[in-house]
Nanobody
Framework: QVQLVESGGGPVQAGGDLRLSCAHS????????MGWFRQAPGKEREGIAA????????YYDDSVKGRFTISLDNAENTVYLQMNSLKPEDTAMYYC??????????????????WGQGTQVTVSS
């Protein structure tokens, strides 16, 4: 059974930093994508960062490029999202997700099969 558990969210002032973690278990394929998504109230869930389990290529939405960094620690089965220079518009519920295999469009929600419960990030001005 695949499980994804996010942590690290919370309140932060604009300009501050947070690091989100996603501990996963049960993923057995050698290659899969791990993504970070977010959903603000009244908005659709959007993909903001993704990385393959093999490391290497990373993908970012333009809204976070240069501020957020996705990384993984395969020894710890954990994916991280380092978020710097946070803005009020970054306020959302943040989710991690895992694909079953190679994802052609790694920032698209429909590429992912497994989802965590989310962690709230609130950025105040």
């Amino acid at each position: 059974q695949v499980q994804l558990v996010e942590s690290g969210g919370g309140p932060v002032q604009a300009g501050g930093d947070l690091r989100l973690s996603c501990a996963h278990s049960g993923l057995t394929r050698l290659t899969y994508a791990m993504g970070w998504f977010r959903q603000a109230p009244g908005k659709e869930r959007e993909g903001i960062a993704a990385i393959y389990s093999t490391g290497g290529s990373t993908y970012y939405d333009d809204s976070v490029k240069g501020r957020f960094t996705i990384s993984l620690d395969n020894a710890e089965n954990t994916v991280y999202l380092q978020m710097n220079s946070l803005k009020p518009e970054d306020t959302a519920m943040y989710y991690c997700a895992a694909s079953l295999g190679y994802a052609l469009s790694p920032l698209q929600t429909d590429e992912y099969t497994y989802w965590g419960q989310g962690t709230q990030v609130t950025v105040s001005s």
